[in-house]
């Protein structure tokens, strides 16, 4: 019998997943990791399904006749993608299942650094209630938000902020016709006129580092930055500077340099929630995204996996 290996746990019962294996039109038994002897099946296993971001020799070498690797996730850069070609294996990822949640976490953080709800949180926690300790909000409605990605979950977030009454500045490689604001040519005017910069790009040698110390020091003394995208493209050391200093208001962070970060070297650990809140990369985790990642990644091992969502072998057009 040909079998499908889950590495890792997707969130649904074993009935569930051979449920969704059968509606795929998939006819491999799974596994589950740790549940069975590897030397007995090592040749039976033809597809391989993971949610862990490394995957290169130690992942693949053990199953010799392996055809598909799904990852259950959508950046792909600790992939040995070369390693997978070698092998020749058809591979599958998931883009687009969190674009809401991304968004929406966003957004939430926006909210969050200009209302200092987190402070004020801890504040009544811890039986003050004298809100003359708490420095005023700033309300987001009128704000200018500069959105440097308009992909799909720039988008999503461009439209959220717009409900709130914000007017848009966007930056990107490639310009979309329904984006609800203006488009800048240059990324350091978007740093220089928004009250929010919100980073949604993927990192490439044209973004990694584009939250330079030479950018931020363009942002006014009042706007906050917000990154729930990747930490490279954020210089962590000169964002912590001029938070500290003044010379912003705050910041919003999910990702980071090192994860779990190294509270004893990232910077951020040091300034206070009056000005930064932080996340422990938790943009994609809700509910309804996790659900949507699991049942793609499995539908992707399918009969009719969807074309979109291949890797290799790379004829996506």
Not at 72 to 93: H, P, Q
Request: net charge negative; hydrophobic share 40%; proline share 4%.
């Amino acid at each position: 019998m040909k079998h499908v290996l889950f590495l890792q746990d997707l969130g649904l019962t074993r009935e569930e997943t051979r449920g969704l294996l059968r509606t795929a039109g998939c006819g491999h038994e799974p596994l589950w990791s740790g549940g069975f002897d590897a030397e007995k099946v090592r040749d039976d296993v033809e597809i391989l399904v993971t949610s862990e971001h490394h995957v290169g020799a130690v992942e693949l070498d053990p199953w010799p006749n392996l055809k598909v690797l799904s990852l259950a996730f959508t950046g792909y850069n600790d992939v040995d993608l070369d390693l997978c070609r070698k092998k020749g294996l058809n591979v599958y990822y998931v883009p687009g299942y969190s674009t809401d949640s991304v968004a929406e976490l966003t957004v939430g953080l926006t909210l969050a650094v200009l209302r200092r709800i987190p402070y004020a949180n801890g504040r009544v926690r811890g039986g003050h209630w004298d809100r003359g300790d708490v420095m005023p909000g700033v309300e987001l409605a009128g704000k200018t938000v500069g959105i440097l990605g308009t992909g799909t979950i720039g988008m999503r977030s461009a439209e959220i902020f717009k409900v709130f009454g914000c007017k848009l500045l966007g930056w990107s490689r490639t310009r979309r016709d329904d984006f609800p604001g203006t488009y800048e040519d240059d990324a350091s005017v978007v740093f220089a006129k928004s009250d929010v910069v919100v980073l949604h790009l993927p990192v490439n040698e044209e973004t990694r580092g584009i939250a330079s110390r030479e950018m931020i020091a363009r942002m006014p003394k009042t706007s906050i930055l917000v990154n729930t995208s990747r930490a490279d493209l954020v210089d962590t050391q000169a964002l912590a500077d001029a938070i500290r200093e003044g010379r912003i208001a705050g910041a919003g962070v999910d990702v980071y340099d090192l994860e779990p970060p190294d509270l004893q070297k990232n910077p951020l650990f040091f300034l206070n929630d009056r000005n930064v809140v932080l996340t422990p990369h938790l943009g994609f985790k809700t509910a309804e995204s996790l659900r949507r990642l699991a049942e793609i990644t499995i539908r992707n091992v399918g009969k009719d996996s969807d074309l979109e969502n291949r890797l290799l072998p790379e004829s996506r057009n």
